[in-house]
């Protein structure tokens, strides 16, 4: 069975602090890792990613993944009050069929950013 | 990204009452979406997978005479909660996938429902 544990759970951290978030993996056949956030409503998209080393990055926001380790960290720097949310790590499950794939999620990490 | 389109956004109804929600793929279409239900500050969990044209397919444990789920366009699909009773309370999300963007789901803003 494919597992996705994400860590810490929670942090509470101070703005303009930088966080690393956590995920690791353990699934019978690797396509891509993702990363959502979720505050209040449904997750938003904020990365995909496929192969090992190569950063991806949105503003604030960076992604990297370790095929070797099967991890994958994201990493949020000069935090912000509107960081604050739940960061969801999800890898698809099974081959690729070429049909929309289920997704294996972790349990999350709930950030909180204070002033 | 792609655009999902959930409605209605909140819910409130009395126990036994059907409620119907959809969920629209806005700028893409989609064979297939996915409804998930949320409980608090729990992970998404996956009740079904919707495919156009074809009866859904059920996560183990979902009773499907509970929730009627109709793909019948490359861009809608509904789920409906029959006969709710309070314990159907929850956090319903839907999501899609636009071919040949891989494996990326994209979501619905989520329906909360509160059964009375």
């Known amino acids: 069975e494919d597992k996705v544990v994400q860590s810490p759970l929670s942090l509470v951290v101070h703005e303009g602090d930088t966080v690393t978030l956590n995920c690791s993996y353990e699934?019978?056949?690797?396509?891509?890792l993702l990363w959502y956030k979720q505050e209040k409503k449904a997750p938003t998209f904020l990365f995909m990613l496929?192969?090992?080393?190569i950063e991806k990055k949105s503003g604030r926001l960076s992604s990297i993944l370790d095929k070797k380790e099967l991890f994958s960290i994201l990493n949020i720097t000069a935090t912000q009050t509107g960081d604050s949310a739940v960061y969801l790590c999800?890898?698809?499950?099974?081959?690729?069929?070429?049909?929309?794939?289920?997704?294996?999620f972790g349990t999350g990490t709930r950030l909180q950013v204070t002033l | 990204g792609a655009v999902v389109s959930q409605h209605p956004s909140r819910v409130i109804c009395k126990s036994g009452t059907s409620v119907k929600i959809e969920c629209r793929s806005l700028?893409?279409?989609?064979?297939?979406m996915f409804w998930y239900r949320q409980f608090p500050k729990k992970s998404l969990m996956l009740m079904a997978t919707?495919?156009?044209?074809?009866?859904?397919?059920?996560e183990q444990g979902v009773e499907k005479d509970k929730f009627l789920i109709n793909h019948a366009s490359l861009t809608l699909s509904t789920l409906t909660v029959t006969s709710a009773h309070p314990e159907d309370s929850s956090f319903y999300i839907c999501?899609?996938?636009?071919?040949?963007?891989?494996?990326?789901?994209?979501f619905g803003a989520g329906t909360r429902l509160s059964v009375l």
């Open positions: 999501s899609a996938s636009p071919a040949g963007i891989g494996n990326i789901q994209y």
């Open positions: 699934v019978t056949n690797f396509r891509s």
């Open positions: 496929t192969s090992s080393g």
């Open positions: 999800a890898l698809p499950r099974g081959v690729n069929t070429g049909t929309a794939s289920k997704l294996t």
């Open positions: 700028d893409f279409q989609a064979t297939t």
């Open positions: 919707s495919n156009e044209g074809s009866k859904a397919t059920y």
